[in-house]
């Protein structure tokens, strides 16, 4: 089935951005000023098929920072961090070196 655009509208971020929320027969999407795949706070890609899962994406690339940045049913789970694909423990070895650094620098 082909994607077709049912509405568009511009909406702010969770960073007070603006950005473009595409909805269409498949999914909804969000995108940047510079049309790229792209949101802050929550996925930027939620499938109406809930076998599909939901894709976090920040200015075009895969990142999620408090989880898996693609989730699919079957409780299969991807994480990555500015567009690297990393392993789970990698993941959760570099948030906590990351929120190790903010307390010691507050």
Request: hydrophobic share 25%.
């Amino acid at each position: 089935k082909m994607e077709q655009t049912i509405e568009s509208k511009e909406i702010i971020d969770s960073d007070g951005n603006v950005i473009i929320e595409v909805v269409t027969n498949n999914a909804i999407n969000y995108y940047n000023k510079k049309n790229d795949v792209h949101r802050i706070g929550g996925p930027a890609i939620i499938y109406r098929d809930y076998k599909a899962g939901q894709r976090w994406i920040k200015n075009g690339q895969y990142h999620r920072e408090d989880g898996p940045a693609v989730t699919t049913e079957g409780q299969k789970y991807l994480y990555f961090l500015h567009g690297e694909e990393v392993s789970k423990e990698e993941f959760y070895r570099r948030m906590l070196k990351r929120r190790s650094e903010k307390l010691k620098s507050s």
